[in-house]
């Protein structure tokens, strides 16, 4: 049948659960989180991406054209 799979994630704040001060830090960090492909042979940059870079991603991998509304770039490697 064949078919693709991309595993992302959110880290939320488990990195990170306190600020210096001893508040909870409820922010997002900017560590990395990993994004793994199956079932489509390809290579991701690796300058790291931003959550709004999936969907252009995912369109990629399908063979659609990004909306020009879409701010996001695809982390497939040309």
Known sequence: MGGVTLITADHGNADKMYAEDGTPFTAHTTNPVPLI??????????????????????????????PAEMTGVSLIEK
Do not use: E, F, S
């Open 37 to 66: 492909v199956v079932g489509y042979d390809c290579k991701l940059k690796q300058n790291g991406g931003r959550l709004c870079d999936l969907a252009p991603t995912m369109l990629d991998i399908m063979g659609l054209a990004k």
